[in-house]
Every structure is written in C-alpha cells, then in structure tokens.
C-alpha cells in the first residue's frame, strides 16, 4: 500500500529503532514509526511494526494531504486519538479505514534550530481508550531523544559533505605542495636522497597523515594519493644524481596498478616507495604481485615506520623489502631506553641478515644520533640532520655534508 522512496539507513537509526519497540509497547499498540517530511509527502525512516512488516517498512511513503500529520500540526486533530471513531474528520479520512487505523498517537519531531522534520508515531487497528495524557508525555520524550539523534546525523553528514568538498578542491585544484627531506649516510655524513612529504594547502593546517586518513575513509584515498604522487615523483627529476627520491603510498594504491604507469619515464631506480601503513594487510600474495614491477623497473621498496606496530613487521617478513625505516617513536631516546635500544638493535640486526638498509627516522638529538650510529645503522633523517625544505634547497644538499656537520 505504500510507495518505496528508499533512503540509506542513518547511524541514529538504532538509537531510534530500539526508542520505536519501547514506546510500541508501552502504549500496547502495533504499529510505531519516525516519518520525516521530503516533497509534500511523510517518509518512513524507522519502523516497528512485528508482523505487519507488509503494511509499512521503512523506506515507503505517502502524500502528506492522505495522512493524519498535516491535521495533527494544524490543530484539527490532536496528537492522542485513542478512538478515531469518536473524531468526525479522522473517520472521514479515506486512510482511517484503509490501514485501518483505530488509535493513533504522534507527536512532532522538530529540530534544534526549529525545523518540523516529521513525526513520532504509534497506532492500532483497534480504538484503545486507556490511552491516556501521560502516555503521550511518554512519547514527546522519545520524540525529543529521535530530533536530538536526528539533528547529531544531520550534522555528521554536512560535516563529511564539507570534507568531501574540501578534498574535492584540493584535488582539483591541486592546493598541495611538496617539501623534500635529506637522508644521509651517518658514515661518511653525507645527503644522498629526500622523502618528499606533502602539504595541504586549507586552513587549518593539518599533518599530511590526516588528509589521508580523511580521504580514505571517505573512499577517496587512492585518488588523493594518486593525485600526490603523480606530482611528487616528478621531484627525482630536479634532484642531482644519484640523489634518490623517497616518495609514500599506501598498500591500496599500490594494489591499484597504477603506479607503473605514473612512474614511467622516470630513472625508477632512483625511486623508493616507502609502504605507508599501520593496519593489517588481508592479501600479502597480490601486494607482492602489484610491487613485482615496480620493483623489477629498480624502484627500490621500503618499509615506513617499522617498530610502531605489529603490521610493519609483518610487511617486513612478507615483501622482503630493500630498506626499513626505524620508526621516530622508536628512535625518539634510543639512547637513554634499553627497551627501545633492544628492539632497534634486532632490526639492524634482521637488516644485516637479510642484506637490507637501515633508515632511521626522525633522529632529533645528537645522543641518538650516536647511539644509532652505534648500533650500526647506516642512514639517517631528522630534524637534527635536515629539516624538510624546498626542492631548490634539496638540489644544494646533494653530496654536501649535512648541515649538523
Ligand atoms: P612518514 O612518511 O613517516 O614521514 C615522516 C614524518 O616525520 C614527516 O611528517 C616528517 O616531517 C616528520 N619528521 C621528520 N623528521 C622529524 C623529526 O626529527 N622530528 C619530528 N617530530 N618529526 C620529524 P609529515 O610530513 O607531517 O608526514 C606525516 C606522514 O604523512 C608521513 O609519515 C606519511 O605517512 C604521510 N605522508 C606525507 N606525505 C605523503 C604523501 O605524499 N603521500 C602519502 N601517501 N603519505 C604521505
Ligand atoms: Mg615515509
Ligand atoms: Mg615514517
């Protein structure tokens, strides 16, 4: 008897579900719902309603001028109707005897700025006389609880639709730039490649990390990445030989296919990829497969923030890669923690054994500076060898001793 005009369900939607099965019960009637008003007609959103799941499901609507809402938001009919019988314009309505409706209760739900968004609604077949005031009471509560989720909803959706503008324009118009940090040898102390780092351009500024996480949770991550890295990568070109270029994605953009394509032309083995990622990966078998290009192009492969978590060692042992960078958390005090010193010397001494480098990441100071170098590690980044700079800036640095030396 209703018309689909289907929505997705909303993230207040249990919330509201569970408010619906309560009041439904509560007043001892069969049929309970939250409508919202679209276009001249009532929407169901929620709806509880065991066994006459035919009658009414949510996603149907009807023309508000069939329906009781009108009248009821009119004052020509009052919101507790325990006998529509008793009401000369509910029993002239063609709808009271279709359904058929015999008690129906609704209250308005409106909206913190206002708004009537639509309404809380109970009814049954049959007249119920002992519904009474405070049973409406009842369900002006529950209809505050539905606006309140209502109006939380509403407002995470505008939210993620400015964040999907925003990234929008920021792919669009390209409103990332790039700044390049110095590797090094710690022995002798010299820069021999860059990790080019994004930055987003919108106020407030943000960390690069957070843009990403943003886009993939938004479903746009790869194409953000992608639209990064088609710039980044062109960076290798400006950089003096055999300066390398360091550059990030994530294993989805890998698994994309996309990469070679956009590295093509390139000198890709003065590229590394650095595999940017925290959580697990489920298909190891296809990252490999989508990597066996690339690598076989001489892109060298690296693995970002090893020591933070699980998952990078097990992107160690799984992709075999050419370098592992010590993460900064790891290397922040290796000098005065033996936990940490531990744990960074069993990494350099996989690396040894498995015939791959060592990059430590975000060397601040000059005591784990020595303490990194004593424990063998070859290469080094940081505020205290380099902070990320304009490419102009990295161009110099190639070859020249850093500038702690
Ligand atoms: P990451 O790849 O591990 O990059 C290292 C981060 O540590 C950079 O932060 C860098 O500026 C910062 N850093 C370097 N040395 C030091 C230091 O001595 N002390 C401290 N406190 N920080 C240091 P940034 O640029 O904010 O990047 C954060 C993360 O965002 C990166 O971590 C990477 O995961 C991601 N990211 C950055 N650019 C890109 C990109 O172009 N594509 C992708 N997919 N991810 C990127
Ligand atoms: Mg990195
Ligand atoms: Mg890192």
């Known amino acids: 008897m209703f018309d689909g005009l289907m929505k997705p369900a909303s993230a207040g939607h249990s919330t509201i579900q569970r408010g619906l099965e309560a009041v439904r019960r509560h007043l001892g009637m069969e049929v309970a719902y939250v409508s919202r008003f679209e276009g001249g007609r009532t929407v169901f959103r929620e709806v509880d309603a065991p066994g006459l799941e035919g009658l009414i499901r949510p996603g149907d609507s009807r023309p508000l001028h069939e329906v009781y809402c009108p009248h009821i938001l009119a004052g020509r009919l009052p919101e507790l109707i325990p006998d529509t019988g008793a009401l000369p314009l509910a029993a002239s309505l063609p709808i ?7 008690a129906h209760v609704s209250v308005p739900i409106q909206l913190p700025d206002g708004r009537a968004y639509g309404m809380f609604c109970c009814l049954s077949p049959h007249p119920n006389p002992s519904l009474n005031a405070r049973d409406l009471q009842v369900m002006r ?23 999907l503008a925003e990234l929008e324009a920021v792919m669009e118009g390209r409103l990332f730039t790039f700044r390049f940090q110095p590797i090094l040898t710690l022995q002798p102390f010299q820069v021999v490649g860059f990790e080019a780092l994004c930055r987003f351009g919108p106020e407030p500024y943000r960390t690069p990390d957070l843009w990403f996480a943003a886009a993939h949770a938004a479903g746009r991550g790869v194409e953000l990445e992608l639209a990064v890295l088609r710039r980044a990568v062109q960076a290798v070109r400006r950089l003096k030989a055999p300066a390398f270029l360091s550059f990030n994605a994530s294993p989805a953009t890998i698994l994309s296919r996309r990469l070679t394509a956009l590295l093509a032309g390139l000198p890709t083995e003065r590229l590394v990829l650095e595999v940017t990622e925290h959580s697990q990966v489920a298909d190891y078998e296809a990252l490999r497969a989508a990597l066996a290009p690339l690598r076989s ?80 590690v070859s290469r080094g980044q940081g505020y205290l060898l380099g902070r990320p700079g304009d490419l102009a800036a990295a161009q110099e640095m190639v070859g020249a001793a850093a500038p702690m030396g």
């Open 297 to 376: 192009a001489g892109v060298k492969l690296a693995i970002d923030d090893a020591g933070a978590g699980y998952s990078s060692l097990q992107h160690i042992l799984q992709l075999q890669p050419d370098i592992i960078k010590l993460d900064m958390g790891l290397v922040r005090d290796v000098d005065r923690d033996p936990a940490k010193r531990a744990l960074a010397a069993a990494l350099c001494f996989f690396a040894r054994e498995t015939d791959c480098q060592i990059v430590a990441e975000g060397i601040e100071t000059e005591a784990e500076f020595a303490a990194l170098e004593a424990l063998g």
């Open 141 to 163: 509560v529950f209809a505050e609880v539905a606006a309140h989720e209502i109006a939380r909803e509403m407002a995470e959706e505008e939210a993620s639709e400015a964040r």
């Open 96 to 102: 009271t005897r279709a359904v058929p409706i015999g």
